[in-house]
């Protein structure tokens, strides 16, 4: 499955290997925050997702409710990788782009619907 070689699915076999302290349960990391992305794009269900970063089902559902509300602020996560000059590629699927911008609005077709990603402000994103 070539999923398996894109870098974020290796990580989150480590965040999945790994359970958390009750400490963190708290608060999130990006690694959670992107695990919560994925399970939007894989379409798990809240407690699928719960599960994966050891955390509350209420977690989850607020942090999705946050990113409705203020979906720039997925653009902070590192969803794209940079693998050559003008060769951008997207965490999720693999896919590669020429821009960071066009391989970002690809991204978010991944957890927004499309009246979300086509109009969020990309001017941020060099
Ligand atoms: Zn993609």
Known sequence: MPALD???MAEMGEIIKRPSPKAERLWMNNDHKLVILWGIYRKWTMTLTAKKIGAS???VRKYKHK???APSLVLGLPIVSAKGPSQYQCR???EIRKSRKTVTRHFLHHVFPP????????????
């Open 92 to 94: 999720f699927c693999g």
């Open 57 to 59: 089902e209420a977690t």
């Open 67 to 69: 990113i409705l509300l």
């Open 6 to 8: 894109i870098p974020l």
């Open 115 to 126: 009246e979300i990603a086509d109009n969020l402000d990309l001017r941020g994103v060099k």
